[in-house]
């Protein structure tokens, strides 16, 4: 019978080495179903979320040299483009976007759904703060009407975050611009900065 000092140093080995071999497998299993230009896309992102534009930017052009039209790494420039206030190129970057996708996707690509809507939406914020309003609420309706679970606003995590309890929405600033656009024009209110704010960019 075996020692019971030697059966748990056993166990506790293989445990040991079911975890190691386990670990080395998901690694594994995570680069070799990595495509051209994920590595660099992941590294903009983290860039961007540091603000740290100019290393973002780099990041997803490479990715697009490794990738030619890598989705996350269009996004992610456009991304960079409105948080440097370069309204022009965002704003052909997300209708490049949307056009290669229109083109591009399977009806099954909920993906691509996501990120098509997540573009219109973005575009319509870009509308949005340079005051073309109705062109910012053609897009939140498209975005809506692409797929409105990737644009429904942010979720719980996001608003313990921020501090925002009821955080605007691409749903509640299409609602209130089409209000506002019904009205005289003397009588609207298109702008509130506190309210704008909150917006946020959407990246699936």
Do not use: C
């Not at 809507?117 to 897009?139: F, M, Q, S, W």
């Not at 929405?169 to 704010?197: F, G, H, M, N, T």
């Amino acid at each position: 019978m075996m020692n019971p000092r030697v059966l748990k140093r056993f166990i506790k080995n293989m445990a040991i080495l079911i975890f190691v071999m386990f670990s080395a497998w998901a690694l594994w299993e995570m680069y070799t179903d990595e495509k051209p230009g994920d590595y660099a896309t992941r590294e903009g992102d983290i860039r961007l979320s540091e603000g740290n534009y100019e290393e973002a930017l780099t990041s997803f052009n490479r990715a697009l040299r490794e990738m030619p039209n890598h989705r996350g790494a269009l996004m992610g420039r456009a991304l960079v483009f409105i948080r440097t206030k370069e309204y022009d190129k965002a704003s052909a970057e997300l209708t490049y976007i949307i056009d290669y996708l229109r083109k591009n996707i399977e009806p099954d690509d909920a993906t691509g759904a996501g990120l098509m809507a997540a573009a219109y939406a973005n575009r319509g914020i870009v509308h949005d703060t340079r005051g073309r309003y109705k062109e910012a609420l053609a897009d939140y309706i498209e975005a809506l009407r692409t797929d409105r679970g990737a644009v429904d606003g942010p979720g719980i995590i996001d608003k313990v975050i921020y501090g925002t309890p009821n955080p605007s929405s691409v749903r509640k600033r299409a609602i209130y611009l089409k209000e506002q656009l019904a009205l005289p024009p003397e009588r609207r209110l298109l702008r509130v900065p506190e309210i704008d704010a909150e917006q946020r960019m959407h990246k699936p």
